[in-house]
């Protein structure tokens, strides 16, 4: 059964950085596509960055670009999102999954189940 295991959230001050990991098990995940996603309060759950298993080819919506980077280890099984210059707005549950090609905003997460996810907090 897979299993994400999410973490590396907390509270932070506007402008500032986290890293977040996303430790996978429970199957072969260097041959999927990979995605970060956010759940801010009363909003539903929508990506933000994927990246490809094949070259690790990076996506991103508009309102993180420049900002995060997504990135993988295939031999760990993990997968990670690097993020700076963070805003209020950024405040979430960020939680990650499989991601099908091609990758936009409206991407849903392609495995039958989610992680708990990690709490990301961003005060002005």
């Known amino acids: 059964q897979v299993q994400l295991v999410e973490s590396g959230g907390g509270l932070v001050q506007a402008g500032g950085a986290l890293r977040l990991s996303c430790a996978c098990s429970?199957?072969?995940?260097?041959?999927?596509?990979m995605g970060w996603f956010r759940r801010a309060p009363g909003k539903g759950r929508d990506l933000v960055a994927a990246i490809t298993w094949t070259d690790g080819k990076p996506y991103y919506v508009d309102s993180v670009k420049g900002r995060f980077a997504i990135s993988r280890d295939n031999d760990k099984d993990t997968v990670y999102l690097q993020m700076s210059s963070l805003r209020p707005e950024d405040t979430a549950v960020y939680y990650c999954n499989a991601v099908l090609w091609p990758f936009s905003a409206a991407s849903r997460g392609s495995f039958g189940c989610w992680g708990r996810g990690t709490q990301v907090t961003v005060s002005t």
């Open positions: 429970g199957g072969t995940f260097s041959v999927y596509h």
